[in-house]
């Protein structure tokens, strides 16, 4: 038995969808343009959970070699079928993605099976009769329309659409908005669709009901925020525990923080779904299984490489580091700020208070910058560089997705540092975050203030390590001899 709080995990996994295979659950989230992307968790209990590895390892094009914010894969979903793991996803402006693996741990396989713009949010359904399906909803940035999901026929692997799609649900004529996310299932030979209406931070969950897949659906709120302080209750999967309890995963929007993912109990009542208690989200409760010990780290030793909880800020490029086990050397790559920076190594925050210590041997060029950053469309850096450590506030600026974001960077604090070993901490607290810089652990001293985290393109503030060379060409190296994290 497990007694767990809500929300399970206090990180950023944004648009979560869960599956069991067995005795394992699965669970996939968004990451935009941070790569590799869609982790892939694994849970024996459905709160403590590890990370598998990464559905995509890459995106096959040439924009994503480059920061892309607010782009990349959105809301993706997951699937066991015959076998064979399934992960689709769309690109709001390249299409649809499927991913396919035997063993989640391993390297998934990339099929492009749809270019098309402005789709979102693919869930398929494997029906009994061998029929394989897709419902999907819409971008309004891209595809001048939302808040309507579309079916479509597959082919019977499910890399193909074989049609123009149908509309089977509108939210318009139901006095909803924003309708996205759509999950879909079949039960006791039902449809079932769970999705999201209301926006991210003051929506709910619906679920709509029918007997053919095409409709007519019946629709229900099934959770809303009523008196709890769970804001929004948005976006989520459906499964079973395999002891005869369904559940659902959903997140809630935390501003800098991210997106957190909850579990709810679901109970049927006169045949419909009912989420947490009596529609309302639950701060805890315990689940028939496990416990287990399995948990995110955000550490790192290098011992091994790289670890699973890193990501970079565009397609990896082999070129912006080396492995030296322990220890990680990052190059410095062009680049003008760490926003512009695709060699930004960062991860999700898996504490809401903590501080994050990286101890640096720099080998510097002319215009480089090594250091720590808290990553947002208003970010803070604190790198070394010119012989100076210097702490930077910038500000991305977003015009449309056709212009490119224009970022302005201003120095907040400095100080002569003429060593090439640095040690920085980045502290979060409450929702801001402070640095510090010393020659150990022992001699820290604050520099500049207190400063708000932001969010940034459709996630939460991200922290990370970076090395960029700002003259336009590839500068020197530093070596991070690890990244230790204590939870305050």
């Not at 769970?194 to 029918?210: K, T």
């Not at 804001?231 to 005869?244: E, F, M, R, W, Y």
């Not at 060699?343 to 002319?366: A, G, I, K, P």
């Not at 449309?400 to 090439?420: D, G, Q, Y």
Request: hydrophobic residues 40%; glycine residues 12%; negative net charge.
């Amino acid at each position: 038995m497990t007694r767990y709080t809500n929300p399970i995990l206090y990180g950023d996994y944004s648009d979560p969808d869960v599956i069991r295979v067995e005795d394992d659950f699965y669970m996939v989230s968004s990451s935009f343009t941070y790569l590799p992307g869609i982790p892939v968790l694994h849970s024996r209990d459905l709160v403590h959970w590890e990370i598998a590895g990464y559905a995509a390892e890459r995106l096959p094009f040439a924009r994503y070699d480059h920061p892309a914010h607010k782009c990349g894969t959105w809301a993706p979903s997951i699937r066991w079928h015959h076998g064979l793991f399934y992960v689709f996803v769309c690109l709001p402006d390249e299409g649809l993605l499927v991913f396919t693996a035997k063993n989640p741990s391993d390297r998934w396989e990339c099929h492009y099976v749809k270019d098309v713009t402005g789709w979102i949010d693919p869930c398929p359904l494997f029906d009994d009769d061998g029929q394989v399906w897709l419902v999907h909803g819409f971008a309004a940035s891209r595809a001048g329309i939302n808040n309507i999901l579309y079916l479509h026929r597959m082919s019977s692997d499910a890399f193909q659409v074989l049609d123009k799609g149908r509309m089977i649900y509108d939210g318009n004529l139901n006095g909803d908005s924003t309708v996205e996310g759509p999950k879909v299932y079949k039960r006791n030979g039902q449809y079932w669709i769970f999705c999201p209406a209301g926006g991210v931070e003051h929506g709910y969950q619906l679920v709509l009901r029918a007997d053919n897949l095409f409709g007519p659906y019946e629709r229900r709120v099934a959770l809303s925020q009523g008196k709890s302080w769970v804001n929004g209750p948005h976006q989520g999967g459906l499964v079973s525990d395999g002891k005869g309890k369904d559940w659902f995963i959903h997140f809630q929007d935390v501003n800098a923080y991210g997106r957190v993912p909850h579990l709810q109990p679901v109970d049927w009542v006169d045949g419909w779904p009912v989420l947490g208690k009596k529609g309302t989200p639950v701060a805890g409760g315990q689940v028939d299984l496990g416990p287990v010990s399995y948990e995110i780290p955000m550490s790192d030793r290098f011992e091994n490489g790289i670890g699973l909880q890193w990501q970079w800020q565009a397609n990896p490029n082999k070129y912006w580091y080396l492995e030296k086990k322990p220890g990680l050397r990052l190059f410095a790559a062009p680049a003008d700020n760490p926003f512009a920076a695709g060699n930004f190594l960062s991860q999700l925050m898996q504490f809401r208070n903590f501080d994050m210590d990286v101890q640096f041997t720099v080998h510097e060029h002319d215009g480089d910058r090594c250091g720590v950053a808290m990553m947002g469309y208003t970010f803070y850096s604190l790198a070394l560089g010119g012989g100076r450590v210097a702490l930077r506030s910038g500000i991305a600026q977003e015009v449309n997705r056709w212009v490119p974001i224009r970022v302005s960077e201003s120095v907040i604090a400095e100080m002569t540092w003429l060593a090439n070993k640095v040690y920085f901490r980045m502290r979060v607290k409450n929702g801001n975050v402070s640095f510090f810089v010393g020659e150990g652990k022992q001699s820290l001293r604050p520099i500049g203030a207190e400063y708000p985290m932001a969010c940034g393109g459709w996630t939460g503030a991200r922290p990370g390590i970076f090395c960029i060379n700002t003259l336009g060409a590839w500068g020197g190296y530093a070596d991070a001899d690890y990244v230790e994290v204590a939870q305050l």
